[in-house]
T-cell receptor
Framework: DSGVTQTPKHLITATGQRVTLRCSPR?????VYWYQQSLDQGLQFLIQ???????AKGNILERFSAQQFPDLHSELNLSSLELGDSALYFC??????????????FGPGTRLTVL | QQPVQSPQAVILREGEDAVINCSSS?????VHWYRQKHGEAPVFLMI?????EQKGHEKISASFNEKKQQSSLYLTASQLSYSGTYFC?????????????FGKGTLLTVNP
């Protein structure tokens, strides 16, 4: 158990819908990262927040947005869902701002299926 | 730019050794290694910073060749528990990118 929690574990929805994925980092971790993992693309970095502020953006679609709240939990919002958005979404947390010195602890993931 | 991992897959018998390589086309500041078992989240193994530092974790060690922009993960005397997909994640030179770009992974299977 990494100490990072994610809800829900599974999510099944239809195209065009909007969903929210939730992540609670490990106690004391200020950074939260979101990743998308699909069979053909591997593990893709989406976005990082540090203490409530956006710090880095990866291959995140405009239909996707995220935020980190004062209690440090984070939410990833996916809208106008398409079949290709079906994937495993991981949240990870680390102590500091930079990934180069801090290991990232991954949550169990949310499996999103878009029908 | 996504680093390239090789081989894509490897099958070992318990006790055998393996090397997994990770190459990048751009200058790197750090390389991170993670292992993911089927149906589970990736788990951190080690971080290597530029400078050619070699690190170890039990019977798993890694090196980072800054000039070649390449890292290698060495698994010695493999155990059944080593089975899984190994990912390298790279951070660009300067260390301020705050984001990791992961390779597509190397599937390691250790058989009895």
């Amino acid at each position: 158990d990494s100490g990072v929690t994610q809800t829900p574990k599974h999510l099944i929805t239809a195209t065009g819908q909007r969903v929210t994925l939730r992540c609670s980092p490990r106690s004391g971790d200020l950074s939260v990262y979101w990743y998308q993992q699909s069979l053909d693309q591997g593990l893709q970095f989406l976005i990082q927040y540090y203490n409530g502020e956006e710090r880095a953006k990866g291959n995140i679609l405009e239909r996707f947005s995220a935020q980190q709240f004062p209690d440090l939990h984070s939410e990833l919002n996916l809208s106008s869902l398409e079949l290709g958005d079906s994937a495993l979404y991981f949240c990870a947390s680390s102590v500091g701002t930079s990934g180069n010195t801090n290991e990232q602890f991954f949550g169990p993931g949310t499996r999103l299926t878009v029908l | 730019q996504q680093p390239v991992q090789s081989p894509q897959a490897v099958i070992l018998r318990e006790g055998e050794d393996a090397v997994i390589n990770c190459s990048s086309s751009k200058a790197l500041y750090s390389v991170h290694w993670y292992r993911q078992k089927h149906g589970e989240a990736p788990v951190f193994l080690m971080i290597l910073l530029k400078g050619g530092e070699q690190k170890g974790h039990e019977k798993i060690s890694a090196s980072f060749n800054e000039k070649k922009q390449q890292s290698s993960l060495y698994l010695t005397a493999s155990q059944l528990s080593y089975s899984g997909t190994y990912f390298c994640g790279t951070e660009g030179s300067g260390g301020s990118n705050y984001k990791l770009t992961f390779g597509k992974g190397t599937l390691l299977t250790v058989n009895p």
